[in-house]
């Protein structure tokens, strides 16, 4: 998609109009149509166009979960494992399918990278978790959010390792086939991550997190591709993380349930209905209910059905709560354990390398010859 920006979540409150000089990709009019369009017509035509490729009765792979919201707008879900090449295929096949106004994917400003890097460079990203990343993790979430970054992403890793398979294939294959629908809009529609790891932590006591962290840190089960596939019906990576984490709900309400409030949020802010263009100012508005395909992983589509038609807000899930009493000594516990290693490791290695200094014969000449100069009273 040329010249195209990604939008922050936010940008799914506006209407889903695209303005003239937009980034959105608007095709051009194919060669042989007559060139004198006026800007209403060529809209039209090519608004018309996508109607006719839509298909009143597509038929969908059976990941996909249709919703309706209240004025009519169709919302199609598909339900994803990230480590899957089916995914791939579902995603594509229902975004031609339903030719969507919208398509909602479940990513965050802060992953956004990796629908434009290609697969080789994605899939040695993964593997590699080097302290450049732990450093802005840490600068990004804070210490103990970084921390913990760094460590669900040595789970990804472990995954990408085992089926040497980059993850994020579907959002990618959702971005590509997005740029080819006339008029369609790409959305990020999950919370940004820093928010999602700093209440995971403040939702932990010292001695869940330490547990946690041995958890993550001790991970090494292998994994076929077949485990992927069986894991359809529920996404692996999270699969993993609910079977690691079963004995801390409020971490699994954090990472899990809140992220389903904020991602049905999302796709309702997408759902409104598309106002049609218009050949003069006179002639009078006409919306018509509006075609969003979200993509998204399995784990999420149960959280965002049963919140489909509830009242939702989203500012408290928005919010990092302050840290406890227990969360700040842990921390500075944290940091003082660290700066006190790390002036014991300093001080061992300048013994070290005093002792092999002095131990070299022209250290040894040297301080002879020093002190036979040495003057004696």
Known sequence: MDGEEERSPQEADTEPV???????????????????????DALSLLLEMKLRRR???????????????????RVYVVG???????????VVKTIREVQP??????????????LKMDESTLLQEAKEISLEKLQQAVR????????????????????TEQLG?????EFREAFKEASKVPFCKFHLGDRPIPVTFKRAIAALSFWQKVKLAWG??????????DDVERCKQKDLLEQMMAEMVGAFPDLHRTIVSERDVYLTYMLRQAARRL????????EPRKCVPSVVVGVVGMGHVPGIEKNWTTDLNIQEIMTVPPPSISGRVSRLAVKAAFLGLLGYGLYWMGRRATSLVLSLPVAQHCLQRASAARPRK
């Open 18 to 40: 695209v303005p003239v000089g937009s980034s959105e990709v608007v095709p051009r009019v194919l060669s042989g149509e007559p060139q004198n369009l006026s800007d209403a």
């Open 55 to 73: 298909r009143e009765r597509p038929s969908l792979p059976r990941t996909v979960t249709e919703l309706v919201a209240e004025d009519g707008s």
């Open 80 to 90: 994803t494992a990230h480590f899957s090449d089916d995914s791939k295929r579902d």
């Open 101 to 114: 106004d919208v398509v909602v994917v479940e990513l965050c400003q802060y992953r956004v990278s990796m």
């Open 140 to 159: 990004q979430n804070g210490v103990m959010s970084g921390l913990m970054q760094m460590l669900l992403l040595k789970v990804s890793a472990h995954i």
């Open 165 to 169: 398979m980059a993850p994020g294939g």
């Open 216 to 225: 993550l840190c001790f991970l090494s089960d292998p994994i076929s591709k």
């Open 275 to 282: 106002e049609l263009p218009r050949s003069s100012d006179a």
